[in-house]
């Protein structure tokens, strides 16, 4: 099994702040990279994905790609209330296979 | 447009006993992934069907966990007999996947069967 690692939290930031999420993996030959949110009791859904070195940024967030280190982040500006949740960080190979996901980061964003 | 059903939601057995859950994807949808996902942690793939053809199935625990999905459309789940370490969510998602330059990586998700084991 491939492996993708994320700091469980849970990880509290204020208000207004910069909510920062780290995620590793192992395999070498992963080619596409995603971030999903799973609100408590919910299901997850996708908010972010990267496939390319450097930096992708869509509105609040932005995700952050280095295949040289295996490291891949996301970064949420102007942090909300409604962002708390539970981040999961996903890779996936070069052929649809190998959809794996990380153990998920909980992020509380405090009023 | 329909999103991904799943079906029961809720389940409360016995160890020993079976169960089976069922999954319809979104029309279209070429690729199917049941997953577990065990309160506290992120979700672990089971399998995964390209059309109704088996890709990846090294995580699923064939001695108990069987899975099929006929005509490509809807998939089931079956576990027999269930342990006690079963008690999960049992997460069904589907995928327009057709290798990568046809795969976004967006994977669409049931609301979830959430099975507990006494």
């Known amino acids: 099994q491939k492996e993708v690692e994320q700091n469980s939290g849970p990880l509290s930031v204020p208000e207004g702040a910069i909510a920062s999420l780290n995620c590793t993996y192992s395999?070498?030959?992963?080619?596409?990279f995603f971030w999903y949110r799973q609100y408590s009791g919910k299901s997850p859904e996708l908010i972010m994905s990267?496939?390319?070195?450097g930096d992708k940024e869509d509105g609040r967030f932005t995700a952050q790609l280095n295949k040289a280190s295996q490291y891949v982040s996301l970064l949420i500006r102007d942090s909300q209330p409604s962002d708390s949740a539970t981040y999961l960080c996903?890779?996936?190979?070069?052929?649809?296979?190998?959809?794996?996901f990380g153990p998920g980061t909980r992020l509380s964003v405090l009023p | 447009e329909a999103g991904v059903a799943q079906s029961p939601r809720y389940k409360i057995i016995e160890k020993r006993q079976s169960v089976a859950f069922w999954c319809n994807p979104i029309?279209?949808?070429?690729?199917l992934y049941w997953y577990q996902q065990i309160l506290g942690q992120g979700p672990k793939l089971l399998i995964q069907?390209?059309?109704?053809?088996?890709?990846?199935d090294s995580q699923l625990p064939k001695d108990r966990f069987s899975a099929e999905r006929l005509k490509g459309v809807d998939s089931t789940l079956k576990i027999q007999p269930a342990k006690l370490e079963d008690s999960a969510v049992y997460l069904c998602?589907?995928?327009?996947?057709?290798?990568?330059?046809?795969?976004?990586?967006?994977?669409?998700f049931g609301e979830g069967s959430r099975l507990t084991v006494l």
């Open positions: 395999d070498r030959v992963s080619q596409s």
């Open positions: 998602a589907s995928s327009l996947g057709r290798g990568r330059l046809g795969h976004t990586g967006e994977l669409f």
């Open positions: 029309s279209g949808h070429a690729t």
């Open positions: 990267i496939y390319s070195n």
């Open positions: 069907f390209q059309n109704n053809g088996v890709v990846d």
């Open positions: 996903a890779v996936m190979n070069n052929y649809g296979q190998n959809f794996v």
